[in-house]
T-cell receptor
Framework: DADVTQTPRNRITKTGKRIMLECSQT?????MYWYRQDPGLGLRLIYY???????NKGEISDGYSVSRQAQAKFSLSLESAIPNQTALYFC?????????????FGPGTRLTVL | GESVGLHLPTLSVQEGDNSIINCAYS??????FIWYKQESGKGPQFIID?????DKRQGQRVTVLLNKTVKHLSLQIAATQPGDSAVYFC?????????????FGKGTLLTVNP
C-alpha cells in the first residue's frame, strides 16, 4: 500500500550495530504499529502507538525501541542488533475515527543481522 | 502458545475451484476477526472482516464464516484465480472494542494451479 512506506526495504548489518527502520504514512491515521514476521510464523507485535505521546509495548518489545516523531512517522530501532532479530518487519496504521479501523500494512523491511 | 491457528498450512487448488481456508481460535473474548492476504514480497492486505455478532459476511468472491460455538473461522474464495495465490492469515482482536491489538495465525499458503 503506497500510503504506508517503509525505508529501507532491505538491510544487511552486523551483530552489535544500531539500526533504525522508518515508517511514514499519508493516510492521516493516528495509530501506528510495528510487527515482525519470521518464516512459518504469523506477525508478532513489537510496539504500538496511539498518538505521538502514547507508546506501548507489544508482545516482543525486548531489544527494540521506537520513536513517534510525528503523527505520520514511527521509527523502530535496534540498539544492538543480534542475529535472531533477522526477520521481516512491517509497519501498520489504523484510524480511530470513522467506521474503518482496519490496520493497513506497509511493504516491509527485510533485515538480516550477520 | 498462540490461540489463533490454522488447520492446513498449505492448500493447492485448481483454477476455477472454490477454496476454503480454516482458522481456529481459543479466546472466547475475541470479538473481531480479520483475514489478510500476503503476496510474496508484500505486506499483508486486508480482505474481509467479521464481528462476533455475525455468523457470515460476504465480499467480492470471498465469504467469511464464524462459528463461535467451536471457535472456528473460515475464508471461502469462489472461482479461485491464479492471482489468489498467496499466504492467508487470520487475525483476532481481543481488545474488546476498537481494532488495535491483533493476534495473527501462522498463515496458510494457497497455490492455484492453472
Amino acid at each position: 500500500d503506497a500510503d504506508v512506506t517503509q525505508t529501507p526495504r532491505n538491510r544487511i548489518t552486523k551483530t552489535g550495530k544500531r539500526i533504525m527502520l522508518e515508517c511514514s504514512q499519508t493516510k492521516g491515521h493516528d495509530r501506528m504499529y510495528w510487527y515482525r514476521q519470521d518464516p512459518g510464523l504469523g506477525l508478532r507485535l513489537i510496539y504500538y502507538s496511539f498518538d505521538v505521546k502514547d507508546i506501548n509495548k507489544g508482545e516482543i518489545s525486548d531489544g527494540y525501541s521506537v520513536s513517534r516523531q510525528a503523527q505520520a512517522k514511527f521509527s523502530l530501532s535496534l540498539e544492538s542488533a543480534i542475529p535472531n532479530q533477522t526477520a521481516l518487519y512491517f509497519c501498520a496504521t489504523s484510524s480511530t475515527s470513522g467506521a474503518d479501523d482496519t490496520q493497513y500494512f506497509g511493504p516491509g523491511t527485510r533485515l538480516t543481522v550477520l | 502458545g498462540e490461540s489463533v491457528g490454522l488447520h492446513l498450512p498449505t492448500l493447492s487448488v485448481q483454477e476455477g475451484d472454490n477454496s476454503i481456508i480454516n482458522c481456529a481460535y481459543s479466546n472466547s473474548a475475541s470479538d473481531y476477526f480479520i483475514w489478510y492476504k500476503q503476496e510474496s514480497g508484500k505486506g499483508p492486505q486486508f480482505i474481509i472482516d467479521i464481528r462476533s455478532n455475525m455468523d457470515k459476511r460476504q465480499g467480492q468472491r470471498v465469504t467469511v464464516l464464524l462459528n463461535k460455538t467451536v471457535k472456528h473461522l473460515s475464508l471461502q474464495i469462489a472461482a479461485t484465480q491464479p492471482g489468489d495465490s498467496a499466504v492467508y492469515f487470520c487475525a483476532e482482536n481481543r481488545s474488546g472494542g476498537s481494532n488495535y491489538k491483533l493476534t495473527f495465525g501462522k498463515g496458510t499458503l494457497l497455490t492455484v494451479n492453472p
